[in-house]
C-alpha cells in the first residue's frame, strides 16, 4: 500500500518533514541540512544542480553523513529544468528525497504556483508510487512562498571555538512557532539541543 500523502520524516528525534511537500533549506550549511536529511532516509536520493555551479558535493565529506553512493546528481542546462526535474520525480514516488539546488545567482525564488505543483506531485506520487516523495529546495535568499516549512542553517563554529557545531533554525511551519537548536556531534552521530532564535529571524 502507498505511503499516505500526510506521512512524515523524522530527523534527529526532534525535527519533522511531512512527506509529498515541499521544503526549502537557506543559510550557509543548507546543504549539510540536505545531507543530514538523506542520512535519515533510506533508498535513492536524486540531487538537481546546475550544470555550470562550481560548488560540487565531495563524496569522502558526505560519508559522515550519508552513503555518496546512494546519489544520483542531476546537472541541469537551465534553472527551470531543476523546477521541473523535482516535479517529475516526486510525481513518480520512485524515490524518498529529491533536493533541488537552486542557483545562488536566481533572481527571484520558484512561484507559488510552481510550488504547488510540487505539492499535487508529491501527492500523485504517494498514491502511485512506492514512497510518498519529500522535495527539499535549497537556496540562497530562503524566499519561496508556499513552502510546507522553511529552515535555516549556518555554522557556528570558528576560531576559538573548540567544537564543531551548527545553528539550525526552523522559520517556517504551519501552526508552529519559529524555532531553533544547536546541533553538534555526538557519538557516531548529532545531537540537537534548544537554543534561542537569532536576532533577525523572527519573521524570516
Known amino acids: 500500500m502507498p505511503i499516505q500523502p500526510e506521512s512524515h520524516q523524522r530527523l534527529l528525534d526532534q525535527l519533522s518533514f511531512a512527506r509529498s511537500r515541499a521544503h526549502e533549506a537557506c543559510g550557509p550549511a543548507r546543504r549539510t541540512l540536505a545531507l543530514l536529511l538523506a542520512g535519515a532516509m533510506e533508498g535513492p536520493v536524486f540531487w538537481l544542480a546546475p550544470s555550470w555551479q562550481a560548488e560540487r558535493l565531495h563524496a569522502p565529506g558526505m560519508r559522515r553523513f550519508v552513503d555518496p553512493g546512494r546519489f544520483v546528481f542531476v546537472r541541469a542546462q537551465r534553472a527551470g529544468d531543476i523546477l521541473w526535474g523535482l516535479e517529475e520525480v516526486m510525481r513518480s514516488g520512485a524515490v ?65 571555538v573548540s567544537q564543531e557545531a551548527w545553528q539550525l533554525t526552523r522559520s517556517r511551519i504551519r501552526g508552529q512557532a519559529v524555532q531553533s537548536w544547536r546541533l553538534r556531534p555526538e557519538g557516531a552521530g548529532f545531537a540537537l539541543a534548544p537554543t534561542c532564535v537569532p536576532e533577525g529571524m523572527e519573521n524570516f
Open 96 to 160: 524518498g528525497l529529491v533536493v533541488g539546488d537552486l542557483p545562488a545567482t536566481a533572481s527571484r525564488p520558484p512561484s507559488l504556483t510552481q510550488i504547488r505543483r510540487l505539492h499535487l506531485a508529491g501527492e500523485a506520487g504517494a498514491r502511485s508510487g512506492a514512497q510518498a516523495p519529500i522535495a527539499l529546495l535549497l537556496s540562497a535568499a530562503g524566499a519561496a512562498p508556499g513552502v510546507q516549512s522553511r529552515w535555516h542553517m549556518a555554522p557556528a563554529h570558528g576560531p576559538g
